[in-house]
C-alpha cells in the first residue's frame, strides 16, 4: 500500500557570507529568538523539519570550539513535540570565518562540525551536510554574488567538489555514530530552453544542472563528459575518485524548484529587459524565465523537472522546497500546484515522499540574493511583522494538507501568474481562459465600482488573477437591505470588499444625512446581510475617525474621537459593522494618492506647480497612502482570513506641505515653491499599527508613484497619465 504524502517544513535558515558581511536568516526573521515557533509548527500537523544546526552558529571562532546551547534548547522541543529533524549543517555558507569553500581543508573542517553534531544528537538520523551544492558553487564561485566572490569556472568546480567531498566526509563521521543517518540532499532543479543559435549553450547548461547529484551517486567516472572539464578546472583527480565511491550517494534526494528555476535564452536582446541580458563570450543574449514564454505547457514546471529526476536516478525523492514570493493568491496556486503534481507523478510509479512548506516565517531580501539589505520581507505560512507570528492562508492550507491531504480555497479556481496571459512579454491580442481552473470561478463582489478605491480593486483583482463583479452606486444600493440581498444572491461572492460610501469629506458637514446613510447606514446593511451567509466582508474606514491631538500616531485600540461629520460616519461605521458581523475586516487608512485617479493631493499639487504657481500646504501630520499597495495589502490580508480593526497606511507619517515639497522635489520643480498654510493648532491624524505592518514605506511608494505614472510633470500641458 501506497503510504501518504507527507507535509514537511522548513525553515529560511541561510547563513552567508557577502564580503566581509555575514547575513543570517534565522537573525533577519526573529526564528532564533523565539523557541515557541516550534510549538506553532507542531499545531500545523507537521512532524518532519528542515532546521538548521549550522557550522557558523556553532563554531563560529575555531573548529575546537564549540556552543550548542540555543539548539540544544530547540533540540530537545523539537522532540517533546514529536517533531522529526532535518539537520542542515552549511545552509549557502561558506563556513566560519578560518575557512572558505575554496579553501583544501574546507570537507574536514565540516565533517568535524558533522561528527560534533552528530556525538551531540545521536538521535537524529536526518541530515544535509551542505544544502544545494551547485547553486551555492554557481551563486559563490561562477557569479560572484556570494564569499568568495568566484567568477571563473575554475572557482565554480573546485567549490562544488570541495562541497560533495564534505557531503561525503560529513556522512562518514556521522554514521560512525548514527549508523542508520539517511542523507537529504538538496539542489535547485531547472532546466534550460533556447533559440536553435544558443541550443549548444543551453545544452551545456542542462548537462551542468546534474552535477551535483552526479558526483554524489558516483556517476562522474572517466567516461563522463564532464570528467576532463573537473580535470581542466585544477579539480584533483584523487577527490573525482572519492567521489566514485558512491558511499554518499543521496537516500533522499530534495528538490527545490522556483519560478525562476527554467531559463530561456534568447539572442534578440532588445525583446526583452536589460536586466536579462548578458552572455558567454562567444554570444551575446537574454537569459529570461521560460515561464514567460511561449513554450509547451507540459515541458515547464514541477512535473517535468521532477519527472526528469526520477527517471534519471530511481532514488526516493522529497520536494524540500515550495516557495513563491509573491501575492498570497499566487503563494497559495504554487504550493498547491506542486502538490498536485507529486501526487499526479506519484500515481505514476514515481517514488516521492513528501513536499515541504518552505520559508515558514518569511524570508529577507531574497530578491537580491542577500546582497542588498533592503529589509525586503516576504511572508511564509506565518507573517513575522506583528508582535507575534501571524498565520497566513500558506498556514492554513499547510494544516489541511497535512493533517487531511487535501486544501482548497477560492483563489485556486484560477491558475497563477505563470500560467496567465501576463506572463508574457508581449501579451496575445486576445486573452484566454485556458487559465480558468474551475467552469465558474467563485468572485468577489466590489461595491463602490466608480470610486478611486472601486476601480483600483477592479484592476488588480483582474491583474491577481481574481474574477470579481464591480457595483456602481446604480447597480447596488448598500443602504437598502433587499438591493444587497438580491445582489448577493444574484452574484453569490466567496467575499465582499465594501469601498462604497459618502466621500466627499468637504461636503459632509452641509449634507450629514447623506453622509451617514452611505457610511454608516450602507456598512451595517451590507455587513448584516454578509453575517447571514456567512460571507467575509472587508469594509473601509478613515484616520479621521481621530481628532489629531493625541501627539504621536494613533494605533487600532486608541479611542476614536472624531471632530467631523465625515470622521464620525466612519466611527459609527466601525461600530456597527463589528456589531453586526464580528468577523469582518475594517482598515483605517489615510489620505489616497495613486497612478490611476488624478483626484488626489499630489496629483493636485504637480498640476499646480506644473502651471509655474506656488502651491501652499497645511502643517497637519498624515499617513499618506499608496493605493496600490493598500489594495494588495488588503487583497493579502482577506485571503489570510483577517479580521478586526487594521491601520494599513505607508509607513512614514509627514505634513501635506513635506509631502508636497518631497512630491515637487522628485517631479524635477522647485520645492521652495511649496509653503506652509500657516494652520494652527497642528494637528496628526497619522496611523501606526500595533497588528502588524504589512505595507512598504512611504518614500517607496511615492517613487513608485513616479514611475507607475508614467508622466512628464516638467510638460507645460500635462493631462493624463499613461496607463
Not at 538548521?52 to 556552543?67: G, K, N
Not at 509573491?326 to 507529486?342: A, G, T
Not at 515522499?353 to 530578491?367: K, Q
Amino acid at each position: 500500500m501506497k503510504r501518504p504524502l507527507e507535509l514537511w517544513g522548513g525553515i529560511e535558515c541561510t547563513v552567508a557570507r557577502v564580503g566581509d558581511e555575514y547575513r543570517d536568516q534565522s537573525r533577519e526573521t526573529g526564528y532564533s529568538d523565539r523557541i515557541d515557533d516550534l510549538d506553532r509548527i507542531a499545531a500545523l500537523g507537521i512532524r518532519t523539519l528542515r532546521h538548521p544546526v549550522l557550522w557558523e552558529t556553532i563554531s563560529p571562532e575555531s573548529p575546537d570550539r564549540t556552543d550548542f546551547s540555543w539548539h540544544d534548547e530547540r533540540v530537545r522541543r523539537m522532540r517533546t513535540l514529536g517533531i522529526r529533524p532535518i539537520a542542515g549543517l552549511c545552509h549557502h555558507g561558506s563556513g566560519p570565518r578560518y575557512t572558505h569553500m575554496l579553501d583544501p581543508a574546507w570537507p574536514e573542517l565540516l565533517a568535524r562540525h558533522a561528527a560534533n553534531v552528530a556525538r551531540r544528537y545521536p538521535h537524529i538520523d536526518l541530515y544535509t551536510p551542505v544544502n544545494e551544492p551547485l547553486t551555492t558553487a554557481r551563486f559563490s564561485g561562477l557569479y560572484g554574488h556570494w564569499y568568495p566572490h568566484g567568477t571563473d569556472y575554475g572557482s565554480f568546480l573546485r567549490i562544488l567538489v570541495n562541497e560533495c567531498k564534505a557531503t561525503v566526509l560529513s556522512m562518514r563521521a556521522i554514521r560512525k555514530v548514527q549508523p542508520d543517518a539517511k542523507l537529504v540532499q538538496t539542489d535547485d532543479m531547472g532546466k534550460t530552453f533556447s533559440t536553435p543559435l544558443l541550443g549548444y549553450q543551453a545544452e551545456h547548461e542542462n548537462q551542468r544542472r546534474f552535477l551535483g547529484f552526479d558526483l554524489l551517486c558516483g556517476m562522474v567516472d572517466r567516461g563522463h563528459p564532464w570528467w576532463p572539464v573537473f580535470i581542466e578546472c585544477g579539480v584533483e583527480e584523487r577527490d573525482l575518485e572519492l567521489l566514485l565511491e558512491g558511499d554518499a550517494a543521496p537516500d533522499l534526494i530534495g528538490i527545490n524548484h522556483y519560478l525562476t528555476s527554467e531559463r530561456y535564452l534568447d539572442e534578440r536582446m532588445k525583446r526583452y529587459p536589460e536586466h536579462h541580458w548578458g552572455g558567454n563570450g562567444r554570444h551575446r543574449y537574454a537569459d529570461a524565465e521560460a515561464v514567460r514564454m511561449p513554450l509547451p505547457p507540459g515541458d515547464l514546471g514541477p512535473a517535468a523537472r521532477l519527472r526528469e529526476v526520477w527517471e534519471r536516478y530511481k532514488r526516493p525523492i522529497a520536494v524540500t522546497e515550495a516557495h513563491h514570493g509573491s501575492s498570497r493568491d499566487d503563494q497559495l496556486r504554487w504550493l498547491m500546484e506542486v502538490w498536485n503534481d507529486v501526487n499526479m507523478l506519484r500515481d505514476e510509479g514515481a517514488d516521492i515522499r513528501a513536499v515541504t512548506v518552505w520559508s515558514l516565517f518569511g524570508a529577507v531580501d531574497w530578491n537580491s540574493l542577500l546582497t542588498q539589505r533592503n529589509g525586503f520581507y516576504e511572508p511564509g505560512p506565518f507573517d513575522v511583522r506583528t508582535a507575534e507570528p501571524r498565520r497566513t492562508a500558506l498556514a492554513h492550507a499547510a494544516e489541511a494538507l497535512a493533517k487531511t491531504g487535501t486544501y482548497d480555497h477560492p483563489v485556486l479556481d484560477r491558475a497563477g501568474w505563470w500560467k496567465r496571459d501576463i506572463r508574457f512579454y508581449k501579451r496575445p491580442a486576445q486573452q484566454s481562459r485556458a487559465c480558468w481552473l474551475a467552469d465558474e470561478p467563485r468572485q468577489l463582489l466590489i461595491t463602490g465600482a466608480t470610486g478611486t478605491l472601486g476601480r483600483a480593486f477592479a484592476r488588480l483583482a483582474e491583474f491577481r488573477g481574481l474574477n470579481h463583479v464591480p457595483l456602481s452606486r446604480g447597480d447596488l444600493d448598500i443602504a437598502d437591505a433587499r438591493s444587497v440581498k438580491a445582489a448577493l444572491a444574484r452574484h453569490r461572492p466567496w467575499a465582499v470588499i465594501n469601498t462604497a460610501g459618502y466621500g466627499r469629506v468637504s461636503e459632509a458637514e452641509n449634507d450629514a444625512t447623506a453622509c451617514f446613510r452611505e457610511n454608516a447606514v450602507g456598512a451595517e446593511v451590507l455587513a448584516k446581510a454578509c453575517a447571514d451567509l456567512e460571507i467575509p466582508l472587508v469594509t473601509f474606514s478613515s484616520d479621521l475617525v481621530f481628532d489629531g491631538t493625541l501627539d504621536r500616531s494613533y494605533v487600532e485600540s486608541d479611542e476614536v474621537n472624531p471632530t467631523t461629520v465625515y470622521g464620525a460616519s466612519k466611527a459609527e461605521a466601525e461600530r456597527r459593522v463589528l456589531a453586526a458581523h464580528d468577523t469582518a475586516l475594517i482598515i483605517r487608512t489615510g489620505a489616497f494618492f495613486g497612478p490611476w485617479d488624478q483626484r488626489n493631493f499630489i496629483w493636485s499639487v504637480l498640476n499646480v506647480l506644473s502651471r509655474g504657481e506656488g502651491v501652499r500646504a497645511s502643517v497637519d501630520v498624515v499617513s499618506p497612502t499608496y493605493v496600490p499597495d493598500l489594495v494588495n495589502a488588503s487583497l493579502d490580508l482577506l485571503i489570510d482570513g483577517g479580521t478586526g480593526i487594521w491601520h494599513m497606511a505607508n509607513v512614514g507619517e509627514v505634513s501635506w506641505r513635506d509631502l508636497a515639497a518631497q512630491a515637487a522635489e522628485r517631479a524635477g520643480f522647485d520645492p521652495d515653491l511649496v509653503t506652509d498654510a500657516g494652520d494652527l493648532p497642528v494637528l496628526n491624524t497619522a496611523l501606526a499599527t500595533e497588528r502588524g505592518i504589512l505595507m512598504p514605506r512611504l518614500d517607496s511608494a511615492i517613487d513608485r508613484f513616479f514611475i507607475d505614472s508614467e508622466v512628464d510633470w516638467s510638460e507645460e500641458n500635462m493631462k493624463v497619465a499613461a496607463e
